[in-house]
């Protein structure tokens, strides 16, 4: 179940992310009010995901899999360029949790 909650977790900060891209540095309120309410709760689950998940592992993933999936959706559907350094980063990001858990920070 810790993990499920983490996946909600992520797929809410990812959506507040984007949505932050489009509340205009929150001068619109329908983006702006997204962000808020997308944070926190991400925020909610995280704090749910951490009853049955470490800490270090779970943070690993959250902030890996967002920034994997942030750059993604950035070069996908907001014009972002992708260059050869930006996806090794993301590829080393993707590694770095899977060593990490592999490693045993559970």
């Given at each position: 179940m810790g993990y499920a909650l983490l996946a909600g977790a992520i797929a809410a900060e990812v959506a507040a992310t984007t949505a932050m891209?489009?509340?205009?540095?929150?001068?619109?309120?329908l983006p702006s009010l997204l962000t808020v309410l997308g944070y926190a709760l991400a925020f909610a689950l995280l704090a749910?995901?951490?009853?049955?998940?470490?800490?270090?592992?779970?943070?690993?993933i959250w902030a890996g899999v967002g920034t994997a999936v942030i750059a993604t959706i950035g070069f996908t559907f907001l014009g972002e360029g992708m260059s050869v350094a930006k996806a090794a980063g993301i590829l080393l990001i993707i590694a770095g949790v899977v060593v990490l858990n592999l490693g045993g920070a559970h």
């Open positions: 891209k489009y509340s205009d540095g929150f001068s619109k309120l749910q995901t951490l009853k049955t998940v470490s800490v270090g592992t779970a943070y690993a």
